[in-house]
């Protein structure tokens, strides 16, 4: 696969069996590379003790948004590259700056004490596009602190370049060191730590209340050339420097929330069967270790998707939640606000961009064809390729098509029947039973829900949704 990122082609042409065979012989392949680091919490006594503090979220109110993948227009936005790389894609990468204006102007208008930004700031970690980003967040109109995190698409990325009318031209991406420069007023200035082996340090935006942001991108792994590395993973240096600001904030009493790139845990059953480069590894230590120091609230994007997901490790009481906010250039557009009222409730809600100059009818409609139509293309490709009929196709695309925009959006209420087969001819047959569980996936909606809720940190055993 030349490409991995469902934020690039999610129908790739090893979509379909290929996917499930590769799942099959790789399973259990993945421990031996990265062996398990001892953490603390499970063996010091002292440690252990600490957990047992009681620390809550102070009373604050701040916006999430994610995956804004920023492309200048400057760069080209016409020519037969363009269009084929927009063909296999399914972000609104030529409306990019608009949408990112149109958000900024909504966020500023918001009373927000910060702004998490969860990564994939730019489309191919350009260096011009990071800059403009850095420029569009100065011009904030609010009082409001932004803190960022590198997604996979933004450091050291090989593929970084310009369209022209007849190809395409290399330019420059950043290297670590730059991006903490171009975003030291937004994050890495103010930290008041930084951990030396990942692009990941600390805040507290808020007396009493410490931000962890987390970088679970694997930059170092980039090469020349190459789509950057999808997957996430956090190195032993990095966990270790984890727990120490944990027990560091534990010792402190200040309360604990964190963001990043990668999702914490599945989204959907079999995500991490089909795209388990979308959920970072090593998923169960990581909320093993953020539930035992009261981490309940992990921000996340990179799959592009709204959806909340929750997990409660055994013999720990502490749920955590892993809040993913989709992207504001892949329909539903949307970012989030947070609110901590200070007697242990968390109150979630959606917003989403409605407008921008250069689209007349309505954004929204305009925002889902783009998905749905760019969807079934890829799909029909896909089916094509296993010699799946044409009216097979017909009937299979739009499917696969209205379940993967249904996750997109949240809050998904399957029809009766997910996935027909019928009249598809044999090969649709087979293949749409050798999918049938990711379709499935991408229609089940787990707990809580996914666009507005509050939590009950107390007794968030089930969380106080407003799901209907
Ligand atoms: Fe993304
Ligand atoms: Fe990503």
Redesign the pocket.
């Known amino acids: 696969m030349a490409k991995t990122g469902l934020?690039n082609i999610p129908f790739s042409k090893a979509f379909f069996l290929v996917a499930a065979m590769l799942c099959f012989f790789c399973a259990g392949c993945g421990g031996s590379k990265h062996p398990p680091v001892e953490l603390r919490y499970q063996q010091e006594e002292a440690v252990k003790d600490l957990q047992a503090k009681d620390v809550s979220y102070p009373q604050t109110r701040f916006v999430v948004l994610s995956?804004p993948?920023y492309y200048h227009p400057s760069l080209g936005t016409s020519g037969p590259d363009f269009e084929a790389y927009i063909r296999d894609d399914r972000k609104m990468l030529a409306k990019s700056d608009e949408i990112l204006d149109a958000a900024i102007e909504r966020v500023s208008r918001e009373k927000a004490d910060f702004i998490l930004i969860c990564g994939?700031l730019t489309k191919d970690g350009e260096k011009i596009n990071h800059r403009h980003v850095a420029e569009k967040i100065e011009n904030l109109h609010t009082s409001a602190d932004v803190y960022v995190v590198p997604?996979n698409?933004d450091v050291a990325n090989g593929i970084s370049r310009r369209y022209t009318k007849d190809g395409t031209e290399p330019v420059a991406s950043v290297s670590p060191e730059e991006f903490k420069k171009i975003y030291a007023d937004y994050g890495y200035a103010s930290c008041l730590d930084a951990d030396a082996a990942s692009l990941s340090y600390v805040v507290e935006p808020v007396p009493g209340l410490w931000v962890l942001a987390l970088d679970s991108c694997l930059w170092r792994e980039n090469e020349a050339g190459k789509h950057p590395v999808t997957d996430g993973r956090f190195p032993g240096q990095t966990l270790k420097w984890i727990e120490e600001v944990l027990i560091r904030a534990r010792q402190q009493e200040k309360a604990v929330l964190a963001f990043m790139h990668h999702g914490l845990m599945e989204h959907y059953p079999a995500n991490e069967k089909y795209y388990g480069q979308y959920v970072v590894d090593k998923s169960d230590t990581l909320t093993r270790l953020f539930a035992a120091y009261g981490v309940r609230l992990v921000f996340t994007?990179?799959f592009?998707a709204q959806d909340i997901t929750t997990k409660s490790p055994e013999q720990q009481a502490a749920r955590v939640f892993d809040v993913e906010t989709g992207?504001l250039v892949t329909y539903p557009c949307p970012y989030r606000t947070v609110a901590f009222s200070g007697d242990g409730t968390c109150t979630i809600e959606s917003r989403f961009i409605e407008s921008i100059d250069s689209v007349d009818k309505d954004f929204p409609d305009y925002a889902r064809d783009f998905a749905f139509r760019g969807t079934i293309g890829l799909a029909d490709k896909a089916l094509e390729g296993y010699w799946v009929s044409e009216k097979g196709r017909d009937i299979l695309a739009p499917q696969i098509a209205e379940a993967y925009v249904a996750h997109l959006e949240g809050d998904e209420k399957p029809p009766e029947e997910v996935l027909t087969t019928k009249g598809t001819g044999l090969m649709g047959r087979i293949v749409g039973f050798s999918q049938k569980d990711l379709v499935h996936g991408w229609w089940t909606d787990l707990r809580p829900a996914d666009n507005s809720l509050t939590i009950d940190f107390e007794n968030s055993a089930g969380s106080n949704d407003h799901r209907h």
């Open positions: 934020d995956d993948h994939d997604g698409h994007g990179h592009h992207s």
